[in-house]
């Protein structure tokens, strides 16, 4: 069965790099690797969650991608540059999945 995709690539405009932080080089500066370059769609938005220590955090935007950008791991984890050098850590992710486990979309949640 063919599901529809909840965020299509027409609605992805927004050029975005992800990047995984894998160790450190030789200089003691984290050793970067990238998971995904392409499009997506990006909004700023500024929304409050309270952690488990009972701390705020301030999330100032969202990246949706369509389907799964990262298929070898479970749960992404890094920063992301978006357009002309703006850099985000990464909050959360979340992989959106069909009935039949296939991974429909991808949710980043930036500070």
Known sequence: MKYPQLVPDRVCTTSITVYREDGLNRDGSPKRTEIFEGKCNYSEKVKQRITA?????????EALFNGDIAP????IEGEVNVLHGVHRIIYASQKCRNPDGTVNYTRLELI
Do not use: G, R, Y
């Open 53 to 61: 220590d009972k701390q705020i955090i301030t999330l100032n935007a």
């Open 72 to 75: 070898d791991v479970d749960s």
